[in-house]
């Protein structure tokens, strides 16, 4: 069975003895502890490691838990590594601060490790969709930057990931934007047509069957019929996805912004981030259950373009 290799950073002795302890007869994960993110960036800089998830501490001398995530974001061969921040501080605007800098977990000292388990479980999956995505982007044809006008239906939360790397490819850069598409499309489908709330998946998550159980409600007699469609349109300097579902909507406006009071939720951020990373604007019509994104043609206007 093939390893998951795992860094633990953190400063204090005991801590990373504990981390060690927590991971014991949990297979199939490889540890390298480092005590500095120093030790660490050093670790990270050897091609022969090859991590797939980092644990953070975000209080340290010298490079901090912070300075090495923007670190770890501002390598392109090592921005996909997930990182799960570990802090004794519960500042909205530290908070905020490191999800902004690319934490997509926070963990708050002291924790039981069942709960560090299911985050670090989420998040490795959460990787693995975004790598499968990435590989589906080559598979289609560089044609589809021609495409004007199209329509599209699915019906699950695979067919969401299709349509997403095949739609990005119409759109400038596929790599940026694919994230987003699928993150709208997969929420048409399992909190719109599926009917599964923010707690229920937060729960689902937490206990590794949130698949399974969009599997059982998709299987259901009255969601059988049920889609979401994608409308794409090109217009000038722009393009727009109407992606609507056929479920009874959501409160939105929560969703735009990182909320830290989210950040230790194994959900909830795919939003924010989608309008942060991949959209030019995101909005939403009707009670909640159309999403409207634009994304720029311009290059210095497109997320991870040139400004």
């Not at 390598?75 to 799960?84: S, T």
């Amino acid at each position: 069975m093939t390893k998951t290799c795992v860094l633990l950073v953190d400063d204090e002795e005991l801590n990373l003895e504990i981390l060690v302890e927590y991971f014991d007869g949990e297979e199939p994960f490889s540890l390298q502890a480092a005590d500095s993110g120093e030790a660490a960036w050093e670790l990270l800089q050897n091609p022969e490691n090859n991590f797939k998830l980092i644990l953070l501490d975000r209080m340290m001398p010298g490079l901090d838990g912070i300075g090495l995530l923007r670190r770890i974001k501002g390598d392109p061969r090592l921005a996909g590594i997930p990182v799960i921040m570990q802090t004794a501080a519960n500042s909205p605007e530290q908070i905020r601060e490191g999800l902004e800098a690319g934490a997509y977990y926070y963990l708050t000292k002291p924790y039981r490790r069942d709960s560090l388990l299911a985050i670090v479980h989420a998040a490795l999956s959460d990787a693995n969709a975004r790598n499968a995505l990435s590989q589906q982007l080559h598979q289609h044809i560089n044609s589809l930057q021609f495409l004007e006008k199209a329509e599209f239906t699915i019906r699950s939360v695979e067919d969401a990931g299709q349509l997403a790397s095949f739609i990005a490819h119409a759109c400038p850069n596929p790599e940026a934007v694919v994230m987003g598409i699928s993150e709208l499309l997969i929420n048409g489908v399992e909190h719109g047509n599926l009917g599964l709330t923010y707690a229920e998946k937060s729960q689902l998550k937490q206990e590794d069957r949130w698949h399974e159980e969009v599997l059982r409600r998709a299987a259901m007699p009255e969601n059988a019929s049920k889609s979401v469609r994608l409308s794409y349109h090109r217009d000038g300097d722009s393009i727009s996805l109407r992606i609507a579902d056929q479920g009874c909507g959501f409160d939105w406006r929560n969703y735009l912004q990182i909320d830290p009071e989210r950040a230790f939720d194994p959900n909830g951020r795919g939003i924010a981030l989608a309008r942060m990373l991949s959209f030019s604007n995101l909005t939403y019509e009707g009670c909640g259950n159309i999403a409207i994104a634009t994304i720029s043609r311009r290059t210095e206007d497109t997320p991870g373009g040139q400004s």
